[in-house]
T-cell receptor, first 113, second 115 residues
Framework: KQEVTQIPAALSVPEGENLVLNCSFT??????LQWFRQDPGKGLTSLLL?????REQTSGRLNASLDKSSGRSTLYIAASQPGDSATYLC????????????FGKGTKLTVNP | GAVVSQHPSWVICKSGTSVKIECRSL??????MFWYRQFPKQSLMLMAT?????????EQGVEKDKFLINHASLTLSTLTVTSAHPEDSSFYIC???????????FGDGTRLSIL
């Protein structure tokens, strides 16, 4: 059964700091992994989608890496800003390339001005 | 592009009431829609998957008679929580996906509070 764990559960940093969010999953036979952002009381915004053949994906100040063999992914945020404050969720298919996603509980990030 | 609209965003109602939540894809045809539930500080849990014109597929432990899903067109799916009780209070989020290997696009969610 696919399970996704995100560490830490919460993180508070001063503005400008670089930070790393961690995601681990139990079944490594996945076709892709996604990182989402969720603002309080809102839905999800897709940040990055990494295919299993890729090791990294970048979008602006965000960089996500994927190590399938170890069942891990990291989301690196460079030069954090107060507007980055949100909960970041990691999601993988329940198995293979299934359209059904399993989500972690998220990391709540607070960037202080 | 790829906007999913969910309505209402917030609803409060008395125990025993049935509540309907709408999920619309505004600028694409959604062959598949998904309904999730999220309790405070918990992860999103998939409730059911619906394909246009066919019956929804429910995840284990989700009562299909309690959570009625209708995916009547390529742009609209509805979730009806029948005879809602306080334990049904949660944040419900829908997502929609186009044909082929397309990513899911999420709505803004509906906060349901049953008194």
């Amino acid at each position: 059964k696919q399970e996704v764990t995100q560490i830490p559960a919460a993180l508070s940093v001063p503005e400008g700091e670089n930070l790393v969010l961690n995601c681990s999953f139990t079944d490594s036979a996945i076709y892709n992994l996604q990182w989402f952002r969720q603002d309080p009381g809102k839905g999800l915004t897709s940040l990055l989608l990494i295919q299993s053949s890729q090791r990294e994906q970048t979008s602006g100040r965000l960089n996500a890496s994927l190590d399938k063999s170890s069942g891990r992914s990291t989301l690196y945020i460079a030069a954090s800003q107060p507007g980055d404050s949100a909960t970041y969720l990691c999601a993988v298919p329940i198995q293979g390339g299934s359209e059904k996603l399993v989500f972690g509980k998220g990391t709540k990030l607070t960037v202080n001005p | 592009g790829a906007v999913v609209s969910q309505h209402p965003s917030w609803v409060i109602c008395k125990s025993g009431t049935s509540v309907k939540i709408e999920c619309r894809s505004l600028d694409f045809q959604a062959t598949t829609m998904f309904w999730y539930r999220q309790f405070p500080k918990q992860s999103l849990m998939l409730m059911a998957t619906s394909n246009e014109g066919s019956k929804a597929t429910y995840e284990q432990g989700v009562e299909k008679d309690k959570f009625l899903i209708n995916h009547a067109s390529l742009t609209l799916s509805t979730l009806t929580v029948t005879s809602a009780h306080p334990e049904d209070s949660s944040f419900y989020i829908c997502s929609a996906r186009g044909q082929g290997f397309q990513p899911q696009h999420f709505g803004d969610g509906t906060r349901l509070s049953i008194l």
